[in-house]
């Protein structure tokens, strides 16, 4: 029962955090017209779909997922310094540590049983 907990929450934790991230792309349909509004739209899932490439990445190899979890959430820091609060970078970085940490986990687990 614990290796399904701990299979599945990172997979679960991945998703949801690359629906997180993809709500804050819905601020430029009030922005732009219609032309625009796709171009835009592109441009803003974009750490959507590093998110979802990285899932499916660590859905396959569990500690090269993980690993690029936590360097998305290295990056998103290293971009964010200086521009946001501290508050900020936990609530959009934490998930992404916390996800890539559960996927190491989880392959540290796996090899020892």
């Given at each position: 029962m614990k290796n399904k907990i701990l299979y599945?929450?990172?997979?679960?934790l991945g998703i949801l955090f690359a629906v997180f991230i993809s709500i804050f792309a819905l601020d430029v349909f009030g922005e732009y017209g219609f032309p625009e509004v796709l171009v835009a739209l592109?441009?803003?899932?974009?750490p959507t779909f590093l998110i979802?490439?990285?899932?499916?990445?660590?859905?396959k190899w569990n500690l090269v997922g993980g690993i690029l979890y936590i360097g998305l959430g290295l990056f998103y820091i290293g971009f964010g310094w200086g521009k946001f609060e501290g508050l900020v970078f936990l609530i959009v970085a934490g998930p992404a540590?916390?996800?890539?940490?559960l996927f190491i986990l989880n392959r540290v687990l796996k090899n020892k049983r």
């Open positions: 599945w929450t990172p997979r679960v592109f441009m803003h899932l974009i979802v490439g990285v899932l499916l990445i660590a859905w540590f916390l996800t890539g940490l």
